[in-house]
């Protein structure tokens, strides 16, 4: 009775361990957003009982405590750091993500981490660390007897667990991803990572899956090309209204609407140019995004994305004949195609990905330097300006000699926003706001972040303005085709949610503006006697279908996952980036994993649209997995 009382006072240590690990995890799930149940904590159980198996063969019970302390700060600090990144972007982990840690690490500069964790983290595992010290000390160190059997179970425990961790998610990735109803079952069966194994389970369940990823159940040739190509779409709505035109399309980096609509009196004069747009051109106003920038980039001009790996590193050298710089070209031989970045051109690989999506050239900063363009991402550590990248390269972007195709990147919207940056200031655009009272400096760094934001819209909308002027000077305004988009909501500091003054993620965070100025479609439509705005849904994907029913370029529409904005057909958002599903009324990982339903939600409207959506992702993964179209010909639309 006397050894059992002992055993049970030099292992006790393991029981609030094993307590306080799960619960630091269930609490760390709170701050991103996903209650405080994890769904699957098996994996992490396993894992915790490896670490407690293998510490019981320690004999020196102070190191079991500075080994357990150890296993508990490493938690608390992974937790932390993921709740922080999650607190600036948004973003749940995932390894793609190293490709842009340099960026990365600089976005979390100055930022603070969410102490509402970390504290109470903190003093729950200094209070664990006093507990086993007062043991040790209570204890004397003495040395625990060996225990041969012991040691065995333990080992052996250890050993079984730890495979387990190891070779059942790899497993069961296998079973789902080379099943027949893999793509149907995301509709019904997908959740959040973070909820299903916790913050620091989800890390290590990546790392583990990672190297061993299998891939979806690929189609065959013979079954994805008589899908590619069944449908093809050479006529509709606005079909061909603007052939010949040239093309502009400026992925606007982080654009929201609020800074414009919060103060609609003021508009014309905070952003006259985005103002004139608005009143110009045709405006979809009920857009939304819900990808990374190199995902929606990809979007707008491949129309499709694959559901494992990234464009911008897995599949930068694929054949792309069905891009839009691609098609481009074949109808309009000789014209200038190229692309503008207002930052590092090596940036999500794009200098390799460019060529490959049919651009002549991408200029990024470190060229456009000699052509003007101050470097402040170098030189002060701040975003570039677009203003100057327009003004500087506008006779490389808009050529008077021919027809041409530029693809335009902003960047000075991009987060982090900080508290004042000295070339927005030097802008004179920090004293536009304080003259008409918008957006003040306060001691509330949040409110300070917004009126950065604010401010470098301004430059933005300066950048629209030399752009329309040199357009209308060299007489090319009315043929030519402009695209305007946001790649993603400003979900830097969660600004989307003080901006629209929301608290709870529901689709207005995701809706962002989208622009097309082009004056024959606008014509077009007023003729038959329709007005110039897009009340439906639309998404990045539709972007694509919709330049090339304006340009008349006919296309196969099951390459690509949207529809013509003209036309009465909706998509659905299943984001590459986070895994949910998003329409006007929707957000969730699945039908099972729901986060928000408006008033106006229907079940039956959103299993059409996303079974459609995943029916075409089954045969664009095996497109993307098996670069099909480097080997079999793509036939002439």
Known sequence: MNSLKVFFKRNFIFVPFVLLAALLEMYALLFTDNGILIHAPWFSLALLAVIVSLTAMVRSYAWRVAILTF??????????????????????????????????????????VNFGFLVPGAIAVAGFLLYGVFNAVKLKDVKIEKNPRLRIVCCSLAGVLLVSALAVPNVLN?????????????????????????????????????????SPKVATWQD????????????????????????VMILAESMEWFPVTNYPGLAQYLYPNISRLTEESIVCQNHYSREKTDISEAQSLLGNYPSRG????????????????????????????????????????????????????LYGIEEMEGYGVTNYQELLEERNLDSEMMDKMKDEMFP?????????????????????RSSLEEKGYYDRLDKYNVYPETDNKYDNYLRTYAA???????????????????????????????????????????????????SEIFHVPMFIYDTKAKTALETAGKGKDIEKFTTTAD??????????????????????????????????????????????YSLNSVVYKGNGFSEADLVTRASEHLEKLKYIDALYFKDYFAEYEFPKV
């Open 71 to 112: 296993v508990l700060v490493a938690i608390l600090s992974v937790d932390a750091g993921f709740i922080l990144l999650f607190d600036i972007n948004g973003t749940a982990f995932d390894y793609s993500l190293l490709y842009q840690a340099a960026d990365g690490l600089g976005m979390m500069e100055g930022q603070l």
């Open 400 to 420: 008077a000699d021919g027809n041409f195709f530029s693809y335009i990147i902003s960047y000075t919207t991009h987060g982090g926003y900080y508290d004042v």
């Open 224 to 247: 994805s090309s008589e899908f590619y190509f069944r449908n093809k779409t050479e006529n509709g709505e606005l079909f061909g209204v603007s052939a010949g035109n040239n093309v």
């Open 543 to 588: 972007i694509l279908p919709t330049v090339l029913t304006l340009l008349g370029i006919p296309y196969y529409s099951n390459l690509y996952f949207g529809h013509n904005v003209f036309s009465d057909r909706e998509s659905v958002i299943f984001s590459r980036a986070y895994g949910c599903f998003i329409t006007e009324d929707f957000v969730g």
């Open 310 to 361: 990234f464009v911008c590193n897995n599949y930068k050298d694929n054949a792309y004949p069905f891009s839009l710089p691609n098609l481009y070209r074949e109808t309009n031989e000789g014209a200038k195609i190229n692309s503008f970045h207002n930052n590092e051109a090596t940036f999500y690989n794009r200098s390799e990905l460019h060529e490959a999506l049919g651009f002549d050239h």
């Open 174 to 214: 296998f079973v789902n991803t080379t099943s027949d109803s893999y793509y149907a079952d995301l509709l019904y069966d997908n959740d959040n990572e973070y909820k299903k194994y916790g913050v620091t389970g989800d890390v290590l369940y990546q790392f583990v899956t990672g190297p061993f990823l299998t």
């Open 456 to 506: 470098a819209l301004m430059d933005f909308d300066a950048a629209i303005g030399i752009m329309l002027d040199d357009l209308e000077a060299k007489d090319l305004l009315d043929s030519t085709t402009i695209v305007i988009y946001s790649d993603h909501n400003a979900y830097y500091d969660r600004l989307s949610y003080r901006g629209k003054g929301l608290v709870d993620m529901q």
